[in-house]
C-alpha cells in the first residue's frame, strides 16, 4: 500500500511492501499522474484513493511514536502549524493555525538559500522579533538589516520569533515534541523556552500506518 504524506514543499512517502524507509521527494518534482492509495496533506484530495485529515494523522503518528499518556505534540509544515495535545491518553485538545503560522518552515528555508546561513552555526539571539507570520515577518528582517543589523542577527531573531510563537500558539508547554522538517534545524529547536523533543519529518505516515 502506497502512504503519502503531501506536505506544500515535500511529499513523504512509503511503500508499505517494498520501502525499508519512508522516501522524501519535493513536490514540485512529484509526477502529475502520482496517485496514493491514502493520503493525508495538502493536495491529498487530489492524489489519493482515500484521505484522513492531517490532526487525525498526527495525532494517531503521535500515540503510536510516543509512550506517555500526557504529550502535546507540535507539526511545523512548510505554510501552517498545528498540534495535538494528550491527556490521560485521550485527546484533550487540537488546533490547526494557517494564518499565524503561514509560510513558516517555507520562510525559515528560503532565507537559508537567499542569505547562504548555515543554521547549525547561527547563534540563538538574546531576544527576537514578534513574529506571527512568515511573510509578512520578513519586513522585520529588511527593516533591521536597513538599520544596521547583520543579515545573520536579522535572520536569527526572525526565526527565535518564529518558534516563540509556535511555542504560544501550542499552549506553551514545559515538554513539548517536535515534529517536521524544522525538526532539523538547530537554531529553530534551540530558541524553544522548553524541552523540545524531535520526531522527525515522518509522524504522519506512522499515522497513515
Known sequence: MLLADFGTSYCKLLDTEQDAEPRIIPARELPRD????????????RRSKAT?????????????????????LLDCGSRDIKFVHFKDGEMADMGWNAECGASM?????????????DYAAVPVP?????????????????????????????????????????????GSPERLHLSGGLCSNPLFTACFPCEIVPLGRFVLLEGLK
Open 105 to 117: 518552515g517555507f520562510t525559515i528555508e528560503l532565507l537559508a538559500q537567499y542569505y547562504r546561513l
Open 34 to 45: 502520482f496517485q496514493a492509495d491514502i493520503g493525508t496533506g495538502h493536495n491529498a484530495k
Open 126 to 170: 538574546e531576544s527576537g522579533f514578534s513574529v506571527t507570520c512568515g511573510v509578512l515577518g520578513l519586513s522585520s528582517i529588511f527593516d533591521a538589516v536597513a538599520a544596521g543589523s547583520s543579515e545573520l542577527e536579522a535572520a536569527a531573531k526572525f526565526v527565535r520569533g518564529i518558534a516563540r510563537n509556535a511555542f504560544r500558539f501550542a
Open 52 to 72: 484522513v485529515n492531517e490532526l487525525t494523522a498526527l495525532a494517531r503518528g503521535g500515540r503510536q511514536l510516543i509512550n506517555e499518556p500526557d504529550f502535546t
